[in-house]
């Protein structure tokens, strides 16, 4: 019983899905057809592919070398806040915001105790790391593969490259300027940092680099619709099992069951006219969409409400636009900032001298999030 309340806490966002999905089943009874075409088998199969891409290039530390040679460049804290900040932006499009701040959190919180920069100011490691999610939430939503909400919508709304870009440039153009103005806000008060604190790597091994990018490369082909998905899927557990089979184990296969689960609930609840109807008359203005997917993402995080509208609306673009400036906003708007937050507190839990009477993580993470979200919100609309 420890154990199931324990993968409960843990898994919370995949047992809702599962139990909604479960119960919308038995309530609703849809067909079996209903059923199989409410379950989106490319964007299962590239996530999968995707995630199994990363990981490989994440196990071996191609990364940390990146961050290594950039790191070695700064010499004072708004440098390195500047180079941490566009590098998890940029990176977030092609490696997903989640994978984004699972390496750079940790190397960031590193840094921060060897330089000593809680000497200067026991805040500054908490605005570090709620500056790198802002710009992992906001960085991802530039590229189809930057989040799983925007694999799928892409999908789902069968968008063109030029339309999906269209609008997701909107976000991320003046996302930039806001993650820069924030970097050099936070800095205002800059601090000399030494530059070999950060510890060597070994060396990737060139065969997995080139396996792990051609793989990358047929990804992104599908992702853009120019390989069949099917065939990718091939490829990639071919050569997986070849080169590097380990790697399928550290694929996140509770994001797939929870995909899954939320593909069973949608496809239940808009199998009944009645609730099709009135989910579709309320979803009717892109306003009332791009509105609805703010709000319902800081209940139910973005993902899941990106697959719950979807079934309901055509207006694919301001959904596109609304759940990703929803990444912003309460903690769980987006699952990628529970992992910043996790990954904080057990930092923070070993270092005690990081502790901030003035403000601590959740209040500085809070205050931002919200901020950035009333008038991101408001510029992305007027701008759509």
């Keep these: 019983m420890q154990k199931i309340i324990q993968f409960v806490k843990k898994e919370i ?7 909604l999905g479960l119960v919308s089943l038995l309530i609703c009874r849809p067909s079996g057809e209903i059923i199989a075409k409410s379950i989106d088998l490319r964007v299962l199969s ?5 995630m199994y891409v990363i990981q490989g290039f994440a196990s071996i530390n191609l990364l940390d070398k990146l961050a290594n040679k950039m790191l070695g460049l700064c010499k004072n804290t708004r440098q390195m806040f500047f180079v941490l900040t566009f590098l998890v932006f940029f990176l977030s499009m092609a490696v997903t915001n989640d994978v984004a701040l699972l390496t750079f959190v940790p190397i ?37 593969m930057g989040n799983p909400q925007n694999l799928y919508l892409f999908n789902f709304y069968e968008m063109s490259n030029g339309d999906f870009f269209a609008t997701s440039l909107k976000i991320g153009i003046p996302s930039f300027f806001i993650c820069g103005l924030l970097a050099w806000f936070f800095t205002k ?25 051609v793989l990358l490369i047929c990804c992104l082909l599908s992702v853009f619709r120019i390989i069949d998905y099917k065939s990718v899927l091939w490829i990639v557990l071919l050569l997986g099992l070849i080169t590097a089979p380990r790697i399928f184990l550290k694929v996140d296969y509770s994001l797939l069951f929870t995909f899954l689960g939320f593909f069973l609930f949608t496809g239940s609840i808009s199998s009944m006219e009645k609730i099709s ?11 009332a969409t791009y509105f609805s997917a703010l709000v319902s993402s800081q209940i139910i995080s973005n993902v899941p409400a990106a697959l719950l509208l979807s079934k ?15 990444g912003l906003g309460t903690l769980i708007a987006s699952l990628a900032s529970v992992i910043s937050f996790k990954l904080y507190k057990n930092f923070q839990s070993e270092n005690p001298e990081f502790v901030s009477k003035e403000g601590g993580y959740f209040r500085i993470f809070t205050i931002w999030n919200v901020l950035l979200l009333v008038i991101l919100g408001i510029l992305v609309y007027f701008i759509l």
């Design 13 to 19: 966002v995949l047992c809702i899905a599962l139990f």
């Design 108 to 144: 960031s919180l590193l840094i921060c105790k060897k330089a000593n920069l809680q000497n200067q100011d026991k805040s500054l490691a908490a605005k570090l790391i709620v500056l790198e999610t802002i710009a992992a939430n906001l960085g991802s939503c530039v590229t189809p």
């Design 277 to 287: 109807l009135l989910f579709s008359k309320l979803l009717e203005t892109p306003f």
């Design 312 to 326: 309901f609306t055509e207006n694919g673009n301001a959904l596109l636009a609304g759940v990703n400036v929803a």
């Design 46 to 50: 590239l996530l999968f592919c995707l």
């Design 189 to 213: 008060k800059s601090f000399p940092i030494l530059s070999t604190y950060f510890p060597a790597k070994e060396k990737p091994p060139v065969l997995k680099i080139i396996v792990f990018s």
